[in-house]
């Protein structure tokens, strides 16, 4: 065969048929449109984010009139605010050793049925509530 027989049956080098090229616009505009759903995704979670951190610090402020205890370095306490702030720490793990055990309970304890035919389960301070 001659050489234009041979390049016709196997086609020339960078050269591409519409059915190919269509595919592959194809494929870009898939990719493209699932990389623009995920970037808008996380520009949804960037703003929820940034309106936690901003209820975070309006609480903070209502909280704390003025620079709180957990703001200042460490290095720069006496030892007796360092004491002072230990025990403030130890006092909150305390309160949230205690309200993690008080909801684990409360997400183990079995609803029970009253004799009024509905079911009940118990809160957080081992009171009945009725459903």
Known sequence: PSV???IDRV???GM???????????HQESVLRDLNKQYSD????????????????????EYCQ???WF?????????EELQIQ????????????????????????????DPAGGSSSVDPHGHTVGH
């Open 4 to 6: 234009a027989a041979v």
């Open 11 to 13: 086609g020339r080098p």
């Open 16 to 26: 591409l048929d519409a059915a190919t090229i269509r595919d592959a616009e194809a």
């Open 42 to 61: 996380l520009l949804n979670q960037l703003e929820a984010e940034k309106k936690r951190g901003e209820k975070l610090q309006q609480m903070k402020k």
């Open 66 to 68: 003025g620079p709180c």
């Open 71 to 79: 703001d200042v370095p460490f290095n720069e306490l006496s030892f």
């Open 86 to 113: 230990r025990a403030a720490m130890e006092e909150l793990m305390g309160k949230l050793l205690k309200h993690t055990q008080q909801r684990l309970a409360q997400a183990s304890a079995p609803s029970v049925t």
